[in-house]
């Protein structure tokens, strides 16, 4: 006779909270300006249906690459002059805690978000998406941990408000048509975006998109149809970050705020060198299900991450791009 094999207990939010709670005492940031996924991805194999024992086990893995917080005392925050200044994570810590003990969480966020989405694209989007993250976990320290980590690297790109107003398709051949700046810099994903920031025919292009109310969704399908036709590795960050602006889309205070969104995505796309898709190339052969279990096996957080955006933006926009991005992500 069979024997019948155990299934194994889901992941809960209260190990997810306890891992979070823990998670605290890590760096933002590791080997330099790395950003520490060990969150982002938690929350992500959480919601996918990961269970208790694989939740614990990637924790365990990915810690080793981390490095803990440093012990400085932080210092009271003066916006003007902290924002983007990378060793003032710990005073923007206190900070948003602050705000988020005097307001609850909701006011704080919607407070933060008119402060920091202007530079959205702050260390390649991270603090963006580890705040989504932060918001879909329910995790008052990890929210001020996202916020403070995007505080901390803010990096605001300079538009010039002149010229018509662009469709999505002209606004991508735009942005296509401008001049490769000179010495681009090679690595991180952030220089390459603050080198195209930078050049003044960006600013003149960049800032010129339509914005409607499907702005967010065109820019999303835009970076899971791009990545399905490229597996680009700057495009995955912009189908995340979309990912988490749709997810903090009840708090922005105001509707212009995707404006700053679309900026960073402009120098995120130009970054990239990937050739823009506006349509599907091919078809998505596998379902959710084998996707998204697939996924939580994987090591890589940004494949877990990845699965996770692109599995929740499908539910809201429904779209075959989702599953197409995800599939390049995961070989057979």
């Known amino acids: 006779m069979l024997m019948k094999t155990a299934t194994p207990a889901p992941a809960t939010l209260a190990q997810l909270h306890h891992l979070l709670d823990a998670g605290q005492a890590l760096s933002a940031t590791f080997r330099g300006q790395l950003s520490n996924h060990l969150p982002m991805a938690q929350q992500a194999l959480l919601e996918l249906g990961a269970s208790a024992q694989r939740l614990q086990a990637w924790t365990e893995h990915y810690e080793t690459f981390l490095e803990p917080r440093g012990c400085a005392q932080p210092a009271r925050i003066d916006p003007a002059r902290d924002l983007g200044r990378p060793g003032s994570d710990a005073a923007w810590r206190e900070h948003f805690a602050g705000r988020i003990d ?22 390649a989007f991270h603090g963006l998406i580890r705040t989504g993250h932060a918001v879909l976990a329910g995790h008052d320290g990890e929210l001020a941990a996202g916020l403070a980590h995007w505080a901390a690297h803010f990096m605001p ?98 509707p212009e705020l995707a404006r700053g969104f679309s900026v960073a995505a402009a120098a995120g796309l130009l970054a990239s060198g990937a050739a823009p898709s506006l349509a599907l190339h091919s078809q998505p052969s596998r379902p959710w299900p084998a996707l998204i279990s697939a996924a939580c096996e994987q090591d890589d957080a940004h494949v877990i991450k990845l699965t996770h955006a692109a599995w929740r933006l499908g539910r809201r926009w429904p779209d075959a791009a989702w599953r197409a991005a995800v599939e390049r992500a995961i070989p057979f």
């Open 102 to 123: 005097a307001l609850g969480a909701a006011e704080a966020l919607r407070e933060a978000l008119a402060l920091l989405v202007p530079g959205a694209g702050a260390i």
């Open 157 to 254: 790109l300079p538009t010039v408000e002149d010229g018509p107003l662009l469709e999505m398709a002209y606004w991508v051949q735009a942005l296509q048509a401008l001049p490769r700046p000179g010495g681009l810099p090679g690595g991180l994903i952030t220089g390459q975006m603050q080198a195209w920031g930078q050049s003044p025919a960006f600013a003149a292009v960049a800032g010129r998109l339509r914005l409607g109310p499907d702005t967010l969704r065109d820019i999303a399908l835009l970076a899971a149809r791009t990545y399905a036709a490229t597996g680009n590795f700057t495009v995955l960050h912009l189908l995340t970050a979309s990912h988490a602006m749709s997810v903090l889309e009840p708090w922005w205070p105001a």
